[in-house]
C-alpha cells in the first residue's frame, strides 16, 4: 500500500503577447530641422564661450582689416574688366586722341594735397627760383633720365599737371638736389598694364616705383653733378598725412605717386639718403 500519493499538476499554457502595431511618423522638412537645431544646440552647449568669441573676434577684425586694403584693389579690378559692361554712356564713332585715353588710366593727387603740405612746409620761404630741369635714374626699374621739372608750383592744377604730361615734378617748396634737406619728386601711376604696355612713357614711370626695395639706388643729374641715393624706407600713407617733407635732419630725397596704381586714395612714399 503505498504511503503518498501524487496528482498530477495542472498544464501551464503560455499566452503569447498581443503584438502592437506601431504608427509611423510622418517626416516632414519642419521636423527634420528641429532635429537639426536640437543637435547644433546641445553640441553649442558643451563649447566654452571663450573658446568660440576668441577665434571668431580674430577672424572678423582680419577680415575687416583684409577688406579695407583691398577693396581699393577690387574697383580698380571690377571697373578694369567689367567697364564696357558698366559703361552705358554713347560711345562716339570718332576715336579718343591719345592724349585723352592715357588721362584715363593716369591719377591724379590733387591740388588740395599738394596745399596742404605747402601750408605745412616750414622751409617753404627759402626755395630757390631754379627754373630748369634734371633727370633722374633708377636703374632697378628701368627708369633712365627722366626729366624732372624743378619748382612746379603744385598747389595750381593746371600748372603740375602740364609739368606732370612731359615727365615727374619737383615740388616748389622742397629742397634742391645738392642741398641740405629734402628733395620731393613726384609723378603720375597707371592702372591696368597701360605703363607695361607703353615703357617708353616717361609719363607713367612712377607706376614702377612699387618694385622697389629697400637698399635700391637713386641717380639723380643735377646741372651736370650726379648725387646718388641709397632707398632706406617704403611705405603708404593716407592722403590727409603731410609730413612726407619733414626732415630729421641730412640729405634725404622723396619720391611720390599715388596707389594703388591709377587711383588716389592713398599714397607711396619712397625715402632715400645721399651718399
Known amino acids: ?9 495542472p498544464l501551464k499554457i503560455k499566452e503569447k503577447p498581443t503584438k502592437t ?19 547644433i544646440s546641445q553640441k553649442l552647449t558643451h563649447i566654452k564661450p571663450i573658446s568660440f568669441i576668441i577665434p571668431f573676434v580674430f577672424i572678423l ?13 577690387l574697383i580698380h579690378f571690377i571697373q578694369a574688366k567689367f567697364s564696357d559692361k558698366l559703361n552705358q554712356e554713347i560711345i562716339s564713332l570718332v576715336p579718343q586722341s591719345y592724349e585723352e585715353i592715357r588721362s584715363s588710366y593716369i ?3 590733387g591740388s588740395d594735397y599738394f596745399s596742404n603740405i605747402l601750408n605745412d612746409n616750414e622751409d617753404s620761404s627759402e626755395t630757390q627760383e631754379y627754373t630748369g630741369q634734371f633727370y633722374l635714374t633708377i636703374e632697378e626699374i628701368q627708369i633712365n633720365e627722366a626729366p624732372v621739372t624743378a619748382n612746379v608750383d603744385s598747389s595750381k592744377e593746371s600748372v603740375y599737371q602740364d609739368a606732370l604730361g612731359k615727365g615727374l615734378a619737383h615740388f616748389k617748396g622742397s629742397n634742391l638736389p645738392g642741398g641740405n634737406g629734402n628733395v620731393l619728386i613726384y609723378g603720375h601711376s597707371a592702372a591696368g598694364d597701360y605703363a607695361e604696355k607703353n615703357p ?7 607706376t614702377r616705383l612699387f618694385k622697389l626695395n629697400i637698399g635700391d639706388n ?12 641709397t632707398i632706406k624706407k617704403i611705405k603708404e600713407i593716407n592722403p590727409d598725412d603731410v609730413e612726407v617733407l619733414q626732415n630729421n635732419g641730412g640729405k634725404t630725397l622723396t619720391l611720390m605717386t599715388c596707389s594703388p596704381p591709377g587711383l588716389n ?10 651718399q
Open 265 to 274: 586714395s592713398r599714397r607711396l612714399v619712397i625715402t632715400a639718403i645721399q
Open 200 to 206: 617708353d612713357d616717361v609719363v607713367t614711370a612712377f
Open 218 to 229: 637713386i641717380k639723380i643729374n643735377f646741372e651736370d653733378k650726379n648725387y646718388k641715393y
Open 107 to 109: 591719377s591724379d593727387p
Open 1 to 9: 500500500m503505498a504511503l503518498y500519493k501524487y496528482k498530477k499538476a
Open 61 to 73: 577684425s582680419g577680415f575687416i582689416i583684409l577688406y579695407g586694403q583691398m577693396k581699393p584693389y
Open 21 to 39: 502595431k506601431k504608427k509611423k511618423r510622418t517626416v516632414t522638412i519642419a521636423t527634420v530641422l528641429d532635429r537639426i537645431t536640437l543637435k
